[in-house]
């Protein structure tokens, strides 16, 4: 199955086309041809002569045609191929070659192969060109624990893809509740069907990465109205049950529905008698805790102890 550290960069891609643009000028900082449209493309590099080749994510980007071209085809510039690699595969520099070659030939314009790792010692793995005997492919390596953590409001608003990613794979060393709340920013400036998808990842990788991170971005709740489902849906529908009964129970209600939902996610086993202790709570506060504690969760006991989880 592949992780969220695969999926992750290609569902920012395909739902945001020109967050692989930025970030291929990211590494290269060099300028682009001009284009004035970016889309995906499909992901099949095939021909007759060369079958079953798929790569991660094409985006191609575009200009409108000119003089003697076919008014209603824009025109691709440049294709970026699009490789997340989180481990050494040396049958790569042998099948890269082929997408790189193919896509050109179905395209007609040239392709930039980038290749995102998530870790630089993997990314030195792949930097180094590719020996065809009759030239070479030279991969654009991204790692993504070399991006800059960003935490400058303003910033993340207007990078927010940027700003996800190198929260998730570079979070910042004592700098939770700023990385926090400049995920939050991040997350705000996305539309809502966007929203939800990355937050679902960011609590994926605050997960692995940085626990402290999650707990602040979780507690959030004055500030933020979380929108992934896994966190979201049981946490939004106990704020509209306490309304509606007029009842402050029906907010830790929810909250006690969010802390299970997680646990069920992890699959982690509930005992009756611990789903009875978080569905009796009403103390917000330490609902808030025990959420931030589920989304790591080995056991259901990890949730009430503090050191279980702390120390691991």
């Not at 998530?118 to 070479?136: H, K, M, N, V």
């Not at 009756?272 to 103390?283: K, L, N, S, V």
Request: charged residues 30%; proline residues 7%; glycine residues 6%.
């Amino acid at each position: 199955m592949p992780s969220y550290q695969h999926e992750f960069p290609l569902d920012l891609i395909r739902n945001d086309p020109e967050s692989a643009v930025e970030l291929l000028q990211e590494i290269t900082g060099t300028p682009l041809p001009e284009f004035t449209r970016v889309r995906c493309d499909a992901a099949e590099a095939t021909s007759t002569a060369v079958a079953h080749l798929t790569s991660d994510s094409v985006v191609v980007c575009e200009r409108p045609p000119g003089p003697g071209e076919d008014p209603d085809e824009p025109v691709p510039v440049l294709a970026i191929m699009v490789e997340p690699q989180n481990s050494r595969d040396a049958r790569k520099f042998y099948s890269w070659p082929a997408y790189v070659a193919n896509i050109r030939w179905r395209l007609r314009c040239p392709v930039i192969l980038l290749a995102v790792t998530p870790t630089s010692a993997i990314a030195e793995y792949y930097a180094e060109p590719i020996d065809l005997g009759c030239g070479e492919v030279r991969p654009r390596i991204l790692a993504l624990d070399t991006l800059k953590p960003i935490t400058d409001l303003k910033a993340a608003a207007a990078r927010p893809v940027l700003t996800i990613l190198a929260l998730a794979n570079n979070p910042p060393k004592g700098e939770d509740e700023a990385a926090a709340r400049a995920l939050v920013a991040a997350l705000e400036s996305l539309d809502k069907s966007s929203s939800r998808l990355y937050a679902d990842y960011a609590v994926a990788a605050f997960e692995a990465t940085a626990p402290g991170i999650l707990e602040k971005f979780m507690k959030l709740k004055d500030d933020y109205e979380y929108k992934s489902e896994l966190m979201g849906r049981p946490f939004r529908e106990g704020q509209a049950k306490g309304k509606a009964e007029g009842k402050a129970e029906g907010k830790a209600e929810g909250k006690a529905e969010a802390v299970l939902t997680v646990l069920r996610a992890q699959g982690v086993e509930v005992s009756e008698e611990a789903r009875e202790r978080i569905e009796g709570e009403t103390d917000l506060d330490l609902l808030d805790t025990w959420l931030g504690r589920a989304v790591r969760a080995e056991r259901v006991e990890d949730v009430f102890d503090e050191c279980s989880v702390e120390t691991r």
